[in-house]
């Protein structure tokens, strides 16, 4: 079916190019607008450690990752589900699996191949894609305005979605420069914060000295009552890794509040307290600490490090102390690293501001989707699952609104 409609879908990241094919497929004539030389750079910086396109668990679960907009999400995936998407990218040549850790990866395709497997269907589905054309706002008469390098463009699309993702790594293009053009346009938007990212700690220089850069495996992150297991590393500012993201939101909030963040480490999640001080009571002999705890609970060197640095010499020589503190031992999170080395951004769009087809209320015939929106999920998958499938339902909402 061949559509008149034009509609021009600004941001060639996953949420852009994937609304960008759905309404081609569906015989849009549709122009993507991109400030940069090429599509996606956030998306092939996020391949160069371990793409994780997708999370595979039941969905309840995989929704309840969105917290507080389950509402939303149930909507939105059940519109365009992580099975959909999943099939989507088959059906485009790039197969996926499931790793021990339930993340779904490409199984050989990078980043860079995937976003061009993607190219090259919009093209092949006749979408007109402008690189280095800049979005400004809009005109007097509701017109786009691009720049470009040597002109200023005015133009007029039936629909336009923005797909303009966060405000970290601001050298993919992903600025959060739009959020003053919709500001203006008295849309509510909330600033934006850092998500998925490190923190800071007061480390001593003894620990820095010997433990950055070490990694601290097979944890649990306890805060309140949220904990996770997995990976983390002693940085020289602080700490990061899987843990530490995926309770972001939750201690940025309570630094926010309290001015600081107390997290609890379990070294050893695998083995009880009773355990633990089973295996310490024994007689020490003249084995160094280190030696001693690495040959009974196979503590790493990280973990000696923390517990130096969070207990006392005496609380060393009793093993009850010791096994209580290895089963929960506490880190002052002090603050947030910049916005700028961020996995993701919390912040922006105010949900009451879309429709229920993801049009901005304010201005009618301009959608959104994406990292634009104000919510924030755990890095590993749902961050793009969320951006992608939010870019299908913006596009069908398109779809609806120009019918
Ligand atoms: C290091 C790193 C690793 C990551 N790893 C993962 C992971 O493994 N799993 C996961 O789920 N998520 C991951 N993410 C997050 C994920 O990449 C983002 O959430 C996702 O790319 C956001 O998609 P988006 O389409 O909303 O926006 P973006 O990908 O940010 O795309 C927005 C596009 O809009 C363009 N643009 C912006 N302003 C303008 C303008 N004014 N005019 C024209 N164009 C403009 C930008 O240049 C950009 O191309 C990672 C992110 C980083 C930084």
Redesign the pocket.
């Known amino acids: 079916m061949i559509n008149t409609k034009n509609i021009a879908i600004?941001?060639?990241?996953?949420?852009?190019l994937i609304a960008a094919y759905r309404l081609a497929s569906k015989g849009f004539s549709v122009h993507l607008?991109?400030?940069?030389k090429s599509?996606?750079?956030?998306?092939k910086?996020?391949g160069?450690?371990?793409?994780?396109?997708?999370y595979s668990e039941p969905i309840k679960n995989f929704i309840d990752k969105y917290e507080p907009h389950q509402e939303f999400f149930d909507t939105v995936y059940k519109n365009f589900s992580p099975k959909d998407f999943i099939n989507w990218l088959n059906s485009l040549g790039v197969e996926t699996f499931v790793g021990t850790s339930s993340r779904v990866f490409p199984k050989d395709k990078s980043a860079a191949e995937i976003i061009k497997t993607i190219q090259n269907e919009l093209l092949k589905l006749n979408v007109k894609i402008h690189y280095e054309?800049?979005?400004?706002g809009f005109d007097d008469k509701g017109s786009l305005i691009f720049e470009t390098d040597n002109e200023t463009i005015n133009q007029n699309f039936d629909a336009v979605l923005l797909?303009?993702?966060?405000a970290?790594?601001s050298f993919?293009?992903?600025?959060g420069?739009?959020k003053d053009i919709l500001a203006e346009k008295e849309i509510k938007i909330h600033d934006f914060k850092p998500s998925?990212c490190g923190f800071e700690v007061e480390w001593s220089e003894v620990f820095k000295s010997k433990n950055e850069s070490q990694p601290l495996k097979n944890i649990k992150l306890i805060l309140d009552d949220k904990s996770i297991r997995g990976e983390a590393m002693i940085t020289s500012y602080g700490i990061e890794g899987g843990v530490i993201y995926h309770l972001s939101r939750y201690i940025r909030n309570k630094i926010e509040h309290e001015g600081f963040c107390t997290v609890y480490i379990d070294l050893k999640p695998d083995l009880s307290e009773a355990e633990i001080l089973k295996r310490l009571s024994a007689n020490r002999g003249k084995q160094s600490y280190t030696n001693f705890l690495r040959k009974k609970i196979k503590l790493s060197g990280a973990g000696f490090g923390l517990l130096k640095e969070a207990t006392s010499k005496e609380n060393m020589n009793e093993p009850k102390k010791l096994a209580a503190i290895i089963k929960k031992l506490p880190i002052v999170l002090t603050k947030p690293r910049p916005i700028e080395e961020a996995?993701?951004t919390a912040g922006g769009i105010d949900f009451s501001e879309i429709d229920d087809k993801m049009m901005l209320k304010n201005l009618p015939g301009v959608f959104v989707?994406?990292?634009?929106l104000d919510w924030e999920a755990p890095?590993?998958?749902?961050?793009?699952?969320?951006?992608f499938s939010t870019?299908v339902f913006a596009a069908d909402g398109i779809a609806r609104y120009l019918k």
């Open positions: 600004i941001g060639g990241g996953p949420s852009g607008f991109e400030r940069k599509l996606a750079r956030k998306f910086i996020a160069k450690g371990g793409l994780n396109l997708t054309h800049f979005w400004k797909a303009l993702g966060g970290s790594y993919t293009g992903s600025d420069s739009w998925n996995i993701s989707c994406g990292e634009m890095t590993g998958g749902y961050l793009l699952q969320g951006c870019g």
